[in-house]
């Protein structure tokens, strides 16, 4: 660690000093409060008995369970010794979940209770782990996780830099294959001070810790909240009913939304009548009409925003009054540029494909150097995503490049050529094409429009159970249609753009 450096560790002692006893964590499900200065001394317990496993700067742990103080405890470990966490999507498939877990190698893994299950099915192929812990305190078949805290919590200190690994988290596959964004502490603490000035969060803040700590917008909103030193409500699993009981009791303030969170609480609290007017601050994706029924209810403020896993969450962020449909603007530290297929900046009002640079840039992917370096080429991050610029420096998207199409169902990423290509491994399939559709509920739903071989028979429930079965659930269509005939490009290939256009509703 140098003159100029700061990682989350230093985030965490600096935290302990200024809010000593404020409340930094509330566990729902056992009723736990942990305060600043509590978090520090079991971070410390904890990377002390993680280096009495013989875990050092560099190695990774794997984590896969719901939402507990435990989860986030371990980031604090991490960050304390040098070690990468790699979160785990649970409602990947049992091959998925392995894939992901090889990839990057960890040298243990923390599994929740209800996922140890997932893990026995594919044990036998986790050649790098060796050794196997629960999650969840006193429950599971795994190693007890209370046996690293058996200690004074005198560990030895790694030599750590801002720009250290800290994190791995695996994007939707892209030619059938995710790939591990690699952020450093750097990106963490930048998103945090982002967050912060953007919405206005400090101590006095109450955040409803609701989004999963594998994605990026779930972390990041936990880790700005305890850089604030604000607390964080927790929550295992979203559940609309104690959500709103939540906001009530707890006055929470501040949440991240994918549809259907926050119309799901709205629709509870318009049963209920319950009072939810402390919820001043939403940001996330959604529908101008939840938007605007949600300011409505409580005068609060929704905040909208563009970004992805490998800027670190946020590229543009703004008040959605401001510019209704927008995304916002360029955030204060990163530089946002819309560039055409040669990448030449285009001007205001034409569509160009979104490109950014500045401390906000995840480091690479993991053990990909030629993706990385195509994703850095000229020296900008290439999101693969479309946007336009208004002449007031608005960001409007635009959608995803030909080549990196993506749908988002209730706010997951989504590639086409991963449904497809687990949709034509049933033997009846000749062709398919998935895009996707609006969805009253997710917002954007899945379609499947399939080509069946000569003289075959399939229905459509039977087709998305088999789909389900291959990769994680999420990414099953919601919608299939089959179809006589196939229009194809000049190639042979299926003509997606007509296709689309001949059967883009979800119906």
Not at 18 to 25: N, Q, R, T, V
């Amino acid at each position: 660690m140098g003159l100029y450096d700061f990682t989350v560790y230093d985030l965490i002692n600096r935290n302990s000093f200024s809010y000593k006893e404020s409340p930094a964590w509330f566990e729902v499900d056992d009723n736990r409060t942990i305060n600043f200065y509590d978090y520090k001394d079991l971070v410390d317990r904890m990377a002390k008995g993680l280096q009495n496993k013989g875990l050092s700067k560099g190695d990774r742990i794997g984590i896969i369970g719901k939402n507990s103080f435990e989860y986030f405890l371990l980031y604090g470990a991490a960050a304390a010794i040098g070690l990468i966490v790699l979160p785990i999507n649970w409602r990947l498939s049992p091959e998925e979940v392995a894939f992901n877990l090889n990839d990057c190698e960890p040298v243990m893994l923390f599994a929740g209770d209800e996922y140890q299950k997932t893990v026995e099915q594919i044990k036998d192929k986790l050649t790098s782990i060796k050794a196997y812990y629960n999650l969840d305190k006193e429950k599971g078949s795994y190693n007890d996780i209370k046996e690293l805290f058996d200690n004074d919590g005198r560990f030895e200190h790694a030599d750590i830099a801002s720009d250290d690994d800290f994190v791995i988290i695996h994007t939707a596959a892209v030619a059938g294959r995710p790939r591990g964004a690699v952020l450093s502490h750097n990106n963490m603490l930048f998103a945090n001070i982002h967050f912060n000035y953007h919405m206005n969060i400090t101590q006095e803040d109450v955040h409803l810790n609701l989004l999963p700590l594998f994605h990026v917008g779930g972390l990041f909103m936990a880790t700005n909240t305890f850089h604030a030193g604000a607390l964080n409500v927790n929550m295992s699993k979203f559940d609309a009913v104690k959500a709103l009981e939540l906001i009530n009791e707890k006055k929470v303030t501040v949440m991240f939304d994918f549809s259907p969170i926050l119309s799901s609480i709205m629709d509870e609290q318009e049963k209920n009548r319950t009072d939810i007017s402390s919820l001043q601050k939403v940001i996330g994706l959604d529908s101008p009409e939840n938007i605007e029924r949600y300011q409505k209810l409580t005068g609060g403020t929704f905040y909208c925003m563009y970004g992805q896993t490998e800027t670190s969450c946020l590229a543009t962020l703004g008040k959605y009054n401001e510019k209704p449909g927008s995304a916002g603007k360029m955030i204060q530290l990163g530089q946002v540029r819309l560039v055409d297929d040669y990448d030449k900046p285009v001007p205001a009002g034409k569509v160009g494909e979104i490109t950014m640079r500045g401390p906000m840039i995840f480091k690479g992917y993991w053990n990909l150097p030629e993706d990385t370096e195509y994703a850095f080429r000229d020296g900008w991050h290439h999101t693969g995503d479309l946007g336009r610029f208004d002449d007031e420096g608005f960001l409007w998207y635009e959608g995803r490049k030909a080549e990196k199409e993506l749908i988002k169902p209730g706010g997951e990423n989504v590639y086409p050529a991963e449904v497809e290509k687990a949709i034509l491994e049933h033997e009846a399939v000749e062709e398919a094409v998935v895009f996707g559709v609006p969805d009253p509920k997710w917002k954007e739903g899945i379609k499947a429009v399939c080509l069946l071989k000569e003289n075959e028979k399939l229905d459509a429930a039977e087709l998305i159970s088999f789909v389900g079965q291959r990769i994680a659930s999420y990414k099953k269509p919601q919608y299939v249609e089959f179809v006589n005939d196939m229009p194809l490009d000049d190639k042979g290939d299926p003509d997606r753009k007509k296709i689309k256009e001949l059967y883009g509703s979800a119906n």
